[in-house]
């Protein structure tokens, strides 16, 4: 009779995060910052994007120290990270009690061919796409919640605008086909039929999409509202500006609000310096994590 | 008249509720500023994260406003998050939002994410059993004597309503049973019908 782990118990709990803002946390003071600014929950890290960058090497999940601290000091759901098709470090995580995983770009990935097969776990995951194939793969092993790839710890919101845009164009396009040009289309994008005809009846992925991959300030967050996001993940731009804790509290009203732009301009007053970006062009072609994963 | 029902949009699962409002044969708006509460009847705080909502709805000036709006009679009906905006205690000593409802929550009584679940429920006044499903719930743990309890699940109060004011721990907005939102549109019809 009570059951665990449904697609409606674990879609249903991004549901629940939707409008609101997911911040990368560190440690249990942060995770506390970010939760009294308002954050839906917090994705706990032993680093951010930025400085996974800085650091080169294999990026992992993080010490379970990490995340426990974090799920001891908050009462918001606490998210983790795990490398691509690395289905140990889920199980790890889901063991550890996080309520959300994400199957992520931003860490090494573990496997080139294979992402975790997602249907077989209790806990939700989220996963990143650059395009609506790849959206619906992952949806396909089970994501419970999508997310733009954009191009992490880089403060340059210009690949999740680009990511976010392609999507919504795509769907656009799926809405407009005819029943039988679907099938040649779910080839094309390596996607199962049955997906894609919701995607063409409803108009949408049939999942909560979230924006990420560059957003650092207060009209970034805004601006990925407007182009149809569902709600925004803010790694290096938090607790990599000058002033985290108003940050955060600016990047949660301007995405509750984002369509008043005399609230949005109030709150970006003295922010204080945004999270250093770095310009996309400047990345070599191997530390482009958004082309992790297929 | 069809009466018109606001859902509370400054985070969570907003555009489900409209729906199921919808669904039940009510107007429904998404309601984002204090202003636009005048030309409702009732309103539902929707699912969500307690916290984020708390926080926004003091910061634009909701607390009072939503007073003031259950004080002139109108139905207020929250699920999960929204159940936890209108209790009266929130166990463990955390401030409450709005206080109204006559009732002691504990928030994420169930436990974390991989325990949450859905389960059939009984509700009374609603002929068939619901589908419920439960999200990092709150559970009620102790009401009133003016709190009708309308729903227990393993002997713990998961539905309540006192007066005008209805709650539920789980999310009736997830499924496609608009039972639980027809009868709030209910309760709202009926509070408008008093006040003329």
Request: glycine letters at 10%; a negative charge.
């Amino acid at each position: 009779m009570l059951e665990t782990g449904t697609s409606r118990v674990k879609r249903g709990m991004a549901e629940m995060q939707k409008g609101g803002v997911i911040m990368d946390v560190m440690n249990a003071e942060q995770a506390k910052i970010a939760e009294a600014a308002g954050a839906t929950a917090v994705m706990a890290l032993e680093r951010v994007p930025s400085d996974i960058r800085a650091a080169g090497g294999v990026a992992r999940m993080a010490d379970p120290t990490v995340l426990e601290e974090v799920m001891k000091v908050v009462s918001i759901p606490v998210m983790a990270k795990a490398r691509i098709g690395h289905y140990v470090e889920a199980r790890v995580l889901e063991a550890l009690g996080a309520d959300y995983i994400d199957e992520s770009e931003v860490l090494t990935p573990a496997d080139e061919v294979f992402h975790i097969d997602k249907r077989e776990f209790t806990v939700p995951f989220v996963c990143g796409a650059k395009d609506l194939g790849e959206a619906l793969r992952r949806i396909q092993e089970g994501a419970s919640m999508m997310r733009t790839k954009g191009e992490p710890g880089t403060g340059n919101i210009v690949e999740a605008v680009r990511h976010m845009r392609l999507i919504t164009g795509q769907i656009r396009k799926i809405k407009g086909l005819s029943k039988d040009e679907l099938y040649a289309e779910a080839k094309n994008l390596g996607v199962n039929y049955e997906l894609l005809l919701d995607v063409h009846e409803t108009g949408k992925l049939p999942v909560v999409n979230f924006a990420a991959g560059g957003v650092a300030t207060p009209s970034d967050a805004a601006l990925m509202m407007h182009l149809g996001a569902d709600g925004v993940f803010v790694g290096s731009g938090i607790f990599k500006s000058d002033n985290p804790e108003k940050f955060a509290r600016a990047i949660v009203e301007a995405t509750t609000h984002y369509t008043d732009y005399k609230l949005i301009a109030e709150v970006s007053k003295n922010l204080g310096g945004a999270m250093k970006g770095i310009e996309i062009s400047k990345l070599a072609p191997h530390e482009r994590m958004s082309d992790r994963g297929w | 008249m069809t009466q018109k029902i606001g859902v509370l949009a400054l985070q969570g699962a907003v555009a489900e509720h409209i729906r199921s409002l919808q669904a039940a044969g009510a107007e429904a708006v998404a309601v984002k500023r204090v202003e636009d509460l005048e030309q409702l009847d009732g309103l539902v705080i929707p699912g969500g994260e307690s916290t984020t909502i708390g926080k926004l709805m003091r910061k634009y000036g909701f607390i009072d406003a939503l007073r003031k709006f259950h004080e002139a009679g109108k139905p207020l009906f929250g699920t999960c998050a929204g159940l936890i905006v209108l209790a009266k205690t929130i166990q463990g000593g955390e401030e409450p939002h709005l206080g109204l409802m006559d009732m002691t929550v504990v928030r994420n009584a169930f436990g974390r994410q991989r325990e949450s679940f859905e389960t059939e429920l009984a509700i009374q006044s609603i002929d068939n059993p619901v589908r419920a499903v439960f999200i990092r719930a709150p559970l009620i743990g102790e009401v009133g004597s003016g709190v009708e309890v309308l729903s227990t699940h393993n002997g713990e109060i998961v539905a309540a309503r006192e007066g005008t004011l209805l709650a539920a721990s789980f999310h009736p907005e997830l499924t496609d049973d608009y039972s639980l939102h027809a009868y709030f549109a209910n309760m709202v019809q009926e509070a408008a019908q008093v006040k003329r």
